[in-house]
């Protein structure tokens, strides 16, 4: 047999084997997968929590970018992040795309490239049930509006004048302080009316569309080539009416979408709109509420695991920084004893939400990028250090001076004199305050939702946003911090009872 043709059996022996056990072969390797982000928090239709199975993700810009991906070629991936910090997490190349419901303006286009759009809609106004007094935006003037913040209708309601905005960062909780008396109105994208406020009989939608607006998929300006893939993908799903198929399932297909894909024909049914309304409305007793909760349990344990890392290592290095930078306070001479006080000033004086959009968005336009988890790590390190120094700080100062001058009579120097003599007295001192402040720290945790991190307050947003419970979840994720801190609490309080024995009295 020549090389040539051993080569060759060598190949079709690697490739049956292969496809028998389902490995990659040379030259065959996956795509990577079309990396889409989206906020889950957001709510129906868009990308949400699946009613049914909270443990999946869906929506029509789900199904949207599931079809998207497989026109390309390739599997879609979707990644997590807080709605304002998409643009920006786009831009720091965190994944290929942003989708959700993201309006196509003048400003937003000097940062990103848009698609052509795949949805065009309208805002739609809602009102209680029971009010005849507003029928149009002119109906507005003197009343209290609700709508999403940095939404196109937030900006209607701006430009209007006379009207007082409420922006919320939710569109459920919107709805409910229009229920709930709150708000006068509410003026919100026709899905989430849809989905939100037609369907509660307490409400009504009302007078005639307003404005116009569309959504694009948002690609980095630096990926010319993606945009166009994109964009000859949406051109083909629009063509084949695949496009008009996932709108009518969700129920959101709407004159100006007839308008602007010239089709007049009737809709269809409306499946998964159906599907979502009759899971939200069926009555449950006890036992299927209790277990549906029991059913929330992976989730929250899932961000109680990434708030409990996140919580561990930031307080460790905040706890070892804190020292130095005491000890340079009060050790360090003229230079340094000013640079820790600018530094604990500096860092005290500034919002921690400041902080981690400046290390985890800003970092990387000088160069320094990095990933979610120590970027969130290192900003919560960074911000209990200033705290944890002040701690240390007075700790140190309440240990007798006559005790360095004994330590220095025995002949040690002053650093032998602080870490074995001073420190050890100081932190039976600061342990208290500093199981406080890993208290605060577990619950400050929950910021760095803004940095793409699903710690557990956010999985309660995502349950709660879906469920329009904000009590039952409230209380469980309340528990779980609880259950999460006690422990530490009661670790702190044997440790200091230890170094408390054998303590001398001191009259």
Same mark, same amino acid.
Do not use: C
């Given at each position: ?105 003048? $400003? ?12 065009? !809609? ?10 005849? %007094?507003?029928?149009?935006?002119? $109906?507005?003037?003197? &009343? ?44 919100? $994208?026709?899905?989430? =009316?849809? @989905? ?7 409400? &009504? %939608? ?9 959504? +694009? ?15 000859? =993908?949406?051109?083909?799903? &629009? ?7 996932? @709108? ?59 708030? #409990? ?6 307080? #460790? ?61 290192? +900003? ?13 700080? %007075? ?31 100081? !932190? ?17 945790? %929950?910021?760095?939702?803004? #940095? ?16 329009? $419970?904000?009590?039952?979840? +409230? ?5 779980? @911090? ?22 001398? !009295?001191?009259?």
């Amino acid at each position: 047999m020549s090389r040539r043709q051993a080569t060759t059996a060598w190949g079709a022996i690697a490739a049956a084997l292969g496809a028998l056990l389902g490995a990659p072969i040379a030259g065959s390797a996956e795509p990577a997968p079309l990396r889409w982000a989206g906020d889950s928090e957001g709510g129906a239709p868009y990308v949400f929590r699946d009613p049914r199975n909270p443990g999946r993700t869906i929506g029509f810009e789900v199904d949207l970018m599931n079809a998207v991906a497989k026109k390309l070629g390739r599997r879609a991936k979707f990644v997590q992040n807080q709605w304002d910090g998409l643009v920006p997490g786009l831009k720091r190349a965190d994944y290929d795309v942003a989708v959700n419901g993201i309006e196509i303006t003048e $400003d937003r286009g000097r940062e990103v490239a848009f698609s052509i759009p795949y949805f065009h !809609t309208f805002e739609q106004i809602t009102v209680r049930a029971e009010n005849q %007094s507003i029928r149009s935006l002119g $109906d507005g003037g003197g &009343k209290v509006a609700g709508t999403l913040k940095y939404s196109l209708a937030e900006r209607i309601l701006e430009e209007r004048g006379g009207i007082e905005v409420r922006g919320y960062d939710s569109q459920t909780t919107i709805y409910e302080d229009l229920v709930n008396g709150r708000l006068d109105f509410v003026l919100l $994208d026709h899905p989430v =009316a849809v @989905y939100y406020g037609e369907p509660d009989p307490r409400l &009504k %939608s009302v007078g005639r569309p307003v404005g116009e607006l569309s959504y +694009g998929i948002a690609v980095r300006k630096e990926d010319p080539a993606l945009l166009a893939q994109i964009n000859q =993908a949406l051109a083909e799903l &629009k063509r084949e009416g695949i496009l008009r198929d996932i @709108y009518d399932r969700w129920g959101i297909w709407n004159p100006v979408m007839a308008e602007a894909f010239r089709d007049t024909s009737p809709s269809r049914p409306a499946r998964e709109l159906e599907s979502y309304l009759e899971a939200m409305g069926q009555k449950r007793g006890w036992k299927e509420r209790a277990a549906q909760y029991f059913s929330y349990l992976p989730l929250l344990a899932q961000g109680a695991v990434t708030t #409990i890392e996140l919580s561990f290592l930031g307080m #460790i290095f905040a706890v070892a920084l804190g020292l130095v930078i005491a000890l340079l306070r009060l050790y360090g001479g003229p230079v340094l004893s000013a640079g820790a006080t600018i530094y604990v000033e500096l860092i005290r004086g500034t919002p921690l939400l400041i902080q981690l959009f400046f290390i985890f968005y800003g970092l990387p336009n000088v160069g320094i990028k990095l990933s979610p988890f120590l970027a969130a790590v290192i +900003g919560l390190a960074l911000n209990y250090s200033a705290y944890e120094a002040e701690v240390y700080r %007075s700790g140190l100062q309440s240990v007798p001076r006559g005790q360095m001058d004994a330590a220095y009579s025995l002949g040690m120097t002053r650093l032998q004199a602080l870490w074995h003599v001073v420190i050890p007295q100081a !932190t039976r001192v600061v342990l208290p305050p500093m199981t406080n402040d890993f208290i605060s720290l577990l619950k400050d945790s %929950s910021l760095v939702s803004v #940095i793409t991190m699903v710690e557990l307050t956010k999985v309660y947003g995502q349950l709660a946003s879906t469920y329009y $419970d904000y009590f039952g979840i +409230g209380l469980l994720t309340a528990g779980a @911090y609880f259950v999460i801190g006690l422990p530490f609490v009661r670790l702190s309080r044997w440790v200091e009872k230890k170094s408390s024995k054998g303590r001398a !009295t001191v009259v």
